[in-house]
């Protein structure tokens, strides 16, 4: 059987019947039918979606193990090898991230070949999509299918709307998928994941818009979104903050802050004193220090050179 045969026998036309049953089940509406089959393509994907966001979380914990290695070893091939040793030691695995993403492009294809058959309003679409149904009075009653949903027309190209939103969701997926502590401020992996976090979202966001049915981007764009709520539940959102979407003038202080670095942690990293305390044993030697009975200590302490203590008679004059 020619591969063509296989495609259509056993993806398509299954596809095709689905699609046409949901909407039958769902009062007639094509956008709910488009948004029931991505959560149920979800959850029949989410074992293997558990297994890659659990994978992601170890690549986040052995992030720091990857940064030492750049910033150690200069040869790019013991560089490799050490990388490769510490994903060994770890169980974690490079490329366990894609099997979402592979399992999904067939998907996807099919989805397009049947949104072109049933969103059809020609005589010669409607034979062919007559032909591609299942002997189910239930199923070729659905037919001709409604294509309007939220004052979209789901045949026809997506509406500058539906780009804005599905430029939103991958952007926050990709925002959240990349720390921007994995990389080194100014290398050439931290330049390359800005590009990421800009080049997709807006491809996906102008694809769908301008050359995709809106149905196609419906699918897109709520299977985005489900799959940001379900790594900020299973991985966390990283360094991601709602703050970090003002711009850097309206943004609190510790806003600007990548991570979530302790300050004793980021005063030792910058060379100061991580002593954090305001301990009572270095308050003598402090120039104007807060004495203990509660009065500024404007001269130096007793034992400093030079000095000379006041008598303690004076304690009693309320001048001094």
Same mark, same amino acid.
């Given at each position: 059987?020619?591969?063509?045969?296989i495609w259509?026998?056993?993806?398509?036309?299954?596809?095709?019947?689905?699609?046409?049953?949901?909407a039958?089940?769902?009062?007639?509406?094509?956008?709910?039918?488009? &948004?029931?089959? @991505?959560?149920?393509t979800?959850?029949?994907t989410? *074992?293997? $979606?558990?297994?890659? +966001?659990? /994978?992601?979380?170890?690549?986040?914990?052995?992030?720091?193990?990857?940064?030492?290695?750049?910033?150690?070893?200069?040869d790019?091939?013991?560089?490799?090898?050490?990388?490769?040793r510490?994903?060994?030691?770890?169980?974690?695995n490079?490329?366990?991230?894609l099997?979402?993403?592979?399992?999904?492009?067939?998907?996807?294809?099919? &989805?397009?070949? @049947?949104?072109r058959?049933t969103?059809?309003?020609? *005589?010669? $679409?409607m034979?062919? +999509?007559s /032909?591609?149904?299942y002997?189910?009075?239930?199923?070729?009653?659905?037919?001709?299918?409604?294509t309007t949903?939220?004052?979209?027309?789901?045949?026809e190209?997506?509406?500058?709307?539906?780009?804005?939103?599905?430029?939103?969701a991958?952007?926050?997926?990709q925002?959240?998928?990349?720390s921007r502590a994995?990389?080194?401020?100014?290398?050439q992996?931290?330049?390359?994941?800005?590009?990421?976090?800009?080049?997709?979202?807006?491809?996906?966001?102008?694809?769908?818009?301008v050359t995709?049915?809106?149905?196609?981007?419906?699918?897109?764009?709520?299977?985005t979104?489900i799959?940001?709520?379900?790594?900020?539940?299973?991985?966390?959102p990283g360094d991601?903050t709602w703050?970090?979407?003002?711009?850097?003038?309206?943004?609190?202080?510790?806003?600007?802050?990548?991570?979530?670095t302790?300050?004793?942690?980021?005063?030792?990293?910058?060379?100061?004193?991580?002593?954090?305390?305001?301990?009572?044993?270095?308050?003598?030697?402090?120039?104007?220090?807060?004495?203990?009975?509660?009065?500024?200590?404007?001269?130096?302490?007793?034992?400093?050179?030079?000095?000379?203590p006041?008598?303690?008679?004076?304690?009693?004059?309320?001048?001094?």
């Open positions: 059987m020619p591969i063509g045969a259509q026998t056993f993806l398509e036309t299954p596809l095709i019947n689905f699609i046409i049953l949901l039958r089940l769902s009062f007639d509406s094509y956008g709910l039918a488009i &948004l029931l089959f @991505t959560v149920i979800r959850a029949a989410f *074992p293997l $979606a558990l297994r890659t +966001l659990r /994978s992601m979380k170890k690549m986040q914990e052995i992030s720091p193990l990857l940064q030492e290695v750049q910033k150690k070893y200069s790019p091939r013991r560089r490799s090898e050490e990388t490769m510490i994903y060994k030691e770890n169980g974690v490079p490329l366990g991230c099997g979402p993403q592979l399992i999904q492009m067939p998907i996807f294809i099919a &989805l397009y070949a @049947t949104i058959l969103m059809g309003n020609t *005589p010669e $679409a034979l062919a +999509l /032909s591609r149904l002997d189910v009075e239930y199923i070729k009653h659905a037919i001709p299918l409604s949903f939220i004052g979209m027309d789901l045949s190209n997506g509406t500058l709307p539906l780009g804005v939103a599905v430029f939103a991958m952007w926050i997926q925002r959240i998928s990349t994995s990389a080194p401020a100014g290398s992996q931290a330049a390359m994941n800005q590009q990421m976090q800009w080049l997709f979202p807006i491809m996906f966001g102008y694809v769908f818009v995709l049915p809106a149905a196609l981007g419906l699918y897109w764009g709520v299977g979104a799959s940001v709520i379900l790594q900020w539940i299973f991985v966390g991601f703050s970090s979407l003002l711009p850097a003038s309206l943004r609190p202080a510790s806003a600007g802050r990548s991570g979530t302790h300050p004793t942690a980021q005063r030792a990293a910058d060379g100061g004193d991580t002593d954090t305390g305001d301990d009572d044993d270095d308050a003598p030697a402090r120039g104007g220090g807060q004495r203990e009975d509660g009065r500024g200590g404007g001269a130096a302490s007793p034992g400093a050179a030079g000095t000379r006041r008598p303690r008679r004076r304690r009693g004059n309320p001048r001094g």
